[in-house]
């Protein structure tokens, strides 16, 4: 068997097979494979096999970070298997292969077969959703002062508005995002991630109704001025894949961050994954300041010759 791209009439199977065998790294979404398809010059390949799901990332640029990801369901996938399936789907890597893949093999059978490597930039943060929507105790109060300088400047006055993404509002969210890039100066030489994620970006808003996507849109002023956008991942968990505020306006960000719990997550999913900081200082750093009830840690495993 060969693994083939990934194509927009396969979401029904890959939500099915997914839906039953939950990961827990973000990667995983359904959604998010079919935004970052065609990113960054990786190609998502699928094919299914004995009911067993596989999912390949093909660079074509970067051929050396193509990897597999760990098939699902990943009992099945013991390490001289999974070793034998990279080689022959011709994958020198089996990437994104979370912490809780070594309860069902041992480590040391693990490193029987690969090069067993973690991924600190692809470690997930996990919250719990009340924390978010809530933000309690002194380890919020910087969050919350935030957000009252935000209410007290625009929301009191009632210069903003939150409204669902919905057809009416794709086209002004994606003008927000063009502006949000040129802030950031997106496109520059230097800001390659930041290029790419914009990509993934609009793959999410061009595909919103198909990938069962919901968010919102803070619009200031009647302009869209922030946006956060939510997949599914499991029965427990929703993950917070888009999250994009004007800098310029204090307090935004913060505000935008608990409406999204609110709005998104409670009633819904009891953990929000923020993802990963994808080894940026800065993200990271602001991620950890939401206080993460946990850190779902993300390994490589590079195939040994035996």
Not at 10 to 25: E, F, G, I, R, V
Not at 100 to 112: A, I, K, M, N
Not at 139 to 145: H, P, T, Y
Request: glycine residues 6%; negative net charge; proline residues 5%.
């Amino acid at each position: 068997m060969k693994l083939r791209p990934i194509h927009v009439d396969d979401y029904p199977m890959l939500k099915s097979h997914l839906s039953k065998h939950q990961h827990p790294l973000s990667g995983y979404a359904v959604a998010l494979l079919y935004e970052w398809n065609d990113v960054g010059g990786y190609t998502i390949e699928i094919g299914v096999r004995d009911n067993i799901l596989f999912i390949g990332a093909r660079n074509r640029l970067k051929p050396e970070s193509s990897h597999l990801a760990l098939p699902l369901p990943a009992k099945t996938m013991s390490p001289s298997v999974l070793r034998q399936t990279a080689i022959d789907f011709e994958f020198g890597i089996v990437g994104y292969v979370p912490e809780t893949y070594f309860d069902l093999y041992s480590r040391e059978q693990v490193e029987h077969y690969f090069d067993v490597q973690a991924q600190p930039e692809s470690h997930d943060y996990i919250y719990l959703a009340s924390d978010l929507a809530d933000l309690p105790g002194n380890g919020f109060a910087k969050k919350r002062n935030l957000i009252r300088q935000f209410e007290r400047e625009w929301v009191e006055p009632g210069r903003t508005e939150i409204r669902s993404i919905d057809d009416q509002l794709i086209g002004p969210c994606r003008e927000f995002l063009e502006a949000w890039c040129r802030d950031r100066e997106c496109d520059a030489p230097d800001k390659d991630l930041m290029a790419v994620e914009k990509q993934a970006t609009l793959h999410a808003l061009e595909k919103f109704e198909l990938l069962e996507l919901r968010g919102i849109a803070i619009l200031v002023d009647n302009a869209v001025s922030a946006m956060g956008i939510a997949a599914h991942l499991n029965q427990s968990t929703g993950v917070l894949n888009i999250q994009k505020a004007f800098a310029s306006i204090t307090g935004l960000y913060q505000y935008l961050d608990r409406e999204c719990a609110r709005r998104l997550f409670l009633g819904h999913y009891e953990f929000i994954d923020k993802e990963s900081d994808m080894g940026v200082p800065g993200l990271g750093k602001s991620k950890r300041s939401y206080h993460p009830l946990k850190i779902v840690e993300s390994f490589k495993l590079i195939p040994r010759s035996l």
